[in-house]
């Protein structure tokens, strides 16, 4: 019995598995290049540079900066953000990010360009900033899983930079590990949840053989 029960706390926890927060990876590397002509470019630029630097996983995305996550330098930073996200439902959401793009940038929804922009960006804590913030609105999005990539390039000086999610006529917040958990098992997930009942099953087969 004691076997069963341990089976069944086994199989609960392979269906919460990895899945149940958003996972945000900050990446940043060096590079020199400059503004670049399309959001495919950025993406190549910025994923050549970051390969060799460094990455981690934010609790939240809010203020975050090269110097402030690293503790390294403030010039010639490229910078990869990916927040792989999960809906329950089909829904319509609004995304937006205040960055320190110096030398442009480019976002990018489940591997989409949703936007770009090859002006020196700078939002100072402020949305009305002109040229400071990428804005995509009213993307309708399906149940399941999804990842916004944002790609930046940064000559000077690595200021604070904020990344938002807006539910349909909702609030604007800040991305953390707390918010639009990922919907769809991954598949080490799917694979412990298979395994588990698999385990139930065989004990509970025992039980009745004995029996």
Same mark, same amino acid.
């Given at each position: 019995?004691?076997?069963?029960?341990?089976?069944?706390?086994?199989?609960?926890? /392979?269906?919460?598995? +990895?899945?149940? =927060?958003? &996972?945000?990876?900050?990446?940043? %590397?060096?590079?020199?290049?400059?503004? @670049? #002509?399309?959001?495919?470019?950025?993406?190549?630029?910025?994923?050549?540079?970051?390969?060799?630097?460094?990455?981690?996983?934010?609790?939240?995305?809010?203020?975050?900066?090269?110097?402030?996550?690293?503790?390294?330098?403030?010039?010639?930073?490229?910078?990869?953000?990916?927040?792989?996200?999960?809906?329950?439902? /089909?829904?319509?959401? +609004?995304?937006? =990010?205040? &960055?320190?793009?110096?030398?442009? %940038?480019?976002?990018?929804?489940?591997? @989409? #360009?949703?936007?770009?922009?090859?002006?020196?960006?700078?939002?100072?804590?402020?949305?009305?900033?002109?040229?400071?913030?990428?804005?995509?609105?009213?993307?309708?999005?399906?149940?399941?899983?999804?990842?916004?990539?944002?790609?930046?390039?940064?000559?000077?000086?690595?200021?604070?930079?904020?990344?938002?999610? /807006?539910?349909?006529?909702?609030?604007?917040?800040?991305?953390?590990?707390?918010?639009?958990?990922?919907?769809?098992?991954?598949?080490?997930?799917?694979?412990?949840?298979?395994?588990?009942?698999?385990?139930?099953?065989?004990?509970?087969?025992?039980?009745?053989?004995?029996?």
């Amino acid at each position: 019995m004691k076997s069963i029960k341990f089976a069944a706390v086994a199989l609960a926890l /392979a269906a919460i598995g +990895s899945s149940n =927060a958003a &996972v945000i990876t900050f990446q940043t %590397g060096s590079s020199g290049a400059g503004s @670049q #002509a399309s959001a495919q470019d950025y993406r190549s630029v910025v994923d050549a540079a970051v390969a060799g630097g460094q990455t981690t996983v934010l609790s939240s995305y809010d203020n975050v900066s090269n110097n402030s996550v690293f503790g390294t330098g403030n010039s010639d930073i490229a910078f990869k953000s990916t927040i792989d996200f999960g809906l329950s439902a /089909a829904g319509t959401y +609004s995304f937006r =990010a205040g &960055v320190d793009f110096g030398r442009g %940038g480019a976002v990018f929804l489940d591997g @989409q #360009a949703v936007a770009l922009n090859t002006n020196d960006m700078w939002w100072n804590f402020n949305y009305n900033t002109p040229n400071g913030s990428f804005l995509i609105n009213n993307q309708a999005l399906s149940a399941g899983n999804h990842t916004l990539t944002i790609y930046g390039l940064e000559g000077c000086c690595d200021g604070g930079q904020q990344v938002q999610y /807006a539910a349909a006529n909702g609030n604007f917040q800040s991305f953390s590990a707390d918010t639009l958990a990922p919907a769809v098992p991954e598949p080490e997930t799917s694979a412990m949840l298979l395994g588990g009942l698999a385990l139930v099953g065989g004990y509970a087969r025992r039980r009745i053989n004995k029996a």
